[in-house]
């Protein structure tokens, strides 16, 4: 009766873990199994219990550490920003900017709102010095 409490129990388990990806809950399960083979040896529902404690725990301090050094880890490589990659590329004015009104320039042939600190005519070549959001903040080449 009670290893199929315990089957369920590591059912659910890994259904948590597939939502959440962690290891947190596989390892969990697995111990959930372990509990499994003791109820089947006929072992007291406070033993049960116990071998899932310790089975937790021997899985978590020795098998966790592997499993984080074979599967890699997106944590670890931190996704460039755009800003990253647009700052300091050049691009070619579509519609004059000035100081007081937003322009548009085209870079890498897509066209994006810019602004500019000085007044800088329709076809003239400019660096981006910084990405705000959705907007470019360009100076003269």
Do not use: N
Request: aromatic share 10%; with cysteine; charged share 15%.
């Amino acid at each position: 009766m009670f290893a199929l409490a315990w089957l369920v129990l590591a059912a659910v388990l890994v259904l948590i873990e597939l939502f959440t990806g962690t290891f947190y809950f596989l390892l969990l399960s697995a111990a959930a199994v372990i509990s499994i083979v003791a109820a089947l040896a006929g072992f007291p529902v406070l033993a049960q219990c116990f071998t899932f404690v310790i089975a937790t725990a021997a899985l978590y301090i020795f098998l966790l550490p592997l499993l984080r050094k074979v599967v890699p880890s997106t944590s670890k490589t931190p996704i460039p920003r755009i800003a990253d990659y647009l700052v300091g590329q050049e691009a070619y004015v579509v519609q004059a900017i000035s100081p007081d009104e937003a322009g548009l320039v085209k870079l890498h042939g897509e066209i994006w709102s810019a602004v500019a600190s000085e007044k800088i005519a329709e076809g003239a070549k400019v660096v981006v010095a910084e990405v705000r959001v959705t907007k470019l903040f360009v100076t003269k080449e």
